[in-house]
């Protein structure tokens, strides 16, 4: 494809860039293959268009890691999804110690 002379828009990313870390945790728990992790994410992408892990795997190592029933949707925003865990699992990411 040849994009010479054509504009590129792309989604905001500051909520994103904003959350850096967090997210890292996440991926690093969802998907710890860094091959797999994406490169990019925009403040649209959810965790589940940005991994290959289905939904009940998601899940599946999300609440091993937490060691209960994963009360956070992960069809919102990663973005989202960071400030629902922050908020359901207070002192997350650096003072919770993972029970898996």
């Known amino acids: 494809m040849d994009f010479r002379g054509k504009k590129i828009e792309f989604a905001d990313t500051s909520e ?3 959350r850096e870390r967090e997210i890292r945790y996440i991926f690093n728990i969802v998907q710890p293959d860094p091959a ?3 490169i990019l994410l925009s403040d649209e992408s959810t965790l589940l268009e940005a991994t290959s892990r289905n939904e009940a795997e998601a899940l599946r ?40």
Do not use: T
Request: charged share 25%; hydrophobic share 35%.
């Open 16 to 18: 994103v860039e904003e």
């Open 61 to 100: 190592r999300l609440e091993c890691y937490f060691g209960s029933p994963f009360p956070c949707s992960l069809r919102q925003p990663v973005w989202r999804l960071v400030n629902d865990m922050k908020r359901r699992f207070p002192g997350w990411p650096g003072e919770l110690i993972a029970r898996h």
């Open 36 to 38: 797999y992790q994406p």
